[in-house]
């Protein structure tokens, strides 16, 4: 799915709520030692964070951000999964490392004639 895509149904089993999910997973391999650690810092139960994981939930915005002012992370990140430079230094290092598509290539100032025409 881009990354850049708004449009989503949020339903449960959607294609957008199981990347979030996979996001949401991807950070806590990085800054957590487990699901129940993870889950007790932002305030839910282990059983929801792991719904939230699956795909099978969706990250509720309260959660969302409670995660964001814990880990430094972005609401872009979890939900359109832009790891940019407001995100804390040492989690965009651990993410990019463990995950480089999370990375996007910068693009060529204008004046640099581009290879597709």
């Given amino acids: 799915m881009p990354r ?58 309260q959660a969302a951000m409670r995660a964001c002012a814990i880990w430094g992370v972005t609401l872009d990140y979890l939900y359109r999964g832009l790891l940019d430079s407001r995100v804390r230094h040492d989690v965009a290092i651990r993410l990019a490392a463990a995950h480089p598509e999370l990375v996007e290539a910068p693009e060529p100032p204008p004046w640099v004639p581009r290879a597709d025409g």
């Fill in 4 to 61: 850049d895509s708004y449009r989503h149904d949020g339903a449960a089993g959607s294609a957008w709520v199981a990347a979030v999910g996979q996001r949401l997973r991807w950070l806590r391999e990085v800054v957590a030692d487990n699901q129940s650690q993870a889950a007790r810092l932002i305030g839910v139960d282990q059983s929801t964070f792991s719904g939230y994981e699956a795909g099978d939930r969706l990250l509720s915005i």
